[in-house]
């Protein structure tokens, strides 16, 4: 009796160990499983982390090198803008000083010489308001020792400096003015600033 219990102990253990032991196994491989799944779902955001991380850093890097050129380009309209303001200015000033009344009206008295060749053709010069009285007087000695007649000379509100000449006929017309010489040395300087920026 006392053998047949002490196998009945054994069997019971040895089947309580088979048991445990499979337990400890089935647990050991749900846990492996899920510990794999963790991973690997761990592994997938990971990646979507990396490549979402990769996409802003290529979107940022754009925005970045297109705001550089934007600002290079804006920078190179500027100084352009600013060469041409400065070139514009220059040439006006230069101009100014060149157009004095003595040297309009010997432009006047070539002119006249040159191409009104009808003696009852009024000549009239246009100028601006505050050169009107020493053209008038730089004229009337320019040609007091020839037989042209002395232009009407008009003070044009328009006009900054320089003169218009033309005449009655309307055979003859010349713009000196300083708007018409100004647009053609800066147009022709504009043409060379533009040729160094690309023609931008």
């Not at 297109?66 to 290079?72: F, R």
């Not at 060149?98 to 100028?127: G, Q, Y």
Request: charged content about 30%; aromatic content about 4%; hydrophobic content about 50%.
């Amino acid at each position: 009796m006392a053998d047949e219990l002490q196998s009945l102990l054994e069997k019971i253990n040895a089947e309580g160990v088979k048991k445990a032991e499979a337990e400890r196994a089935e647990i050991l491989a749900a846990a492996k499983a899920e510990a794999k799944q963790i991973v690997d779902a761990a592994k997938a955001e990971a990646e979507r982390l990396t490549a979402a991380a990769e996409a802003e850093s290529a979107t940022l890097r754009q925005r970045a090198e297109s705001e550089v050129k934007q600002a290079a380009r804006d920078t190179l309209l500027e100084l352009k803008a600013e060469l041409e303001t400065r070139l514009n200015n220059a040439v006006n000033g230069a101009a100014a000083q060149a157009l004095d009344p003595k040297l309009m009206a010997e432009i006047v008295k070539a002119m006249v010489a040159k191409f009104a060749d009808d003696p009852d053709a009024e000549v009239t010069v246009r100028c601006a308001v505050n050169e009107r009285a020493a053209l008038d007087a730089a004229l009337k000695n320019a040609l007091a020792d020839s037989l042209i007649k002395t232009p009407k000379v008009l003070a044009d509100h328009t006009l900054t400096g320089g003169l218009e000449l033309g005449t009655s006929n309307g055979q003859l017309y010349f713009d000196f003015s300083l708007e018409a010489i100004g647009g053609v040395v800066g147009a022709y300087a504009g043409e060379h600033i533009a040729a160094l920026f690309g023609g931008k």
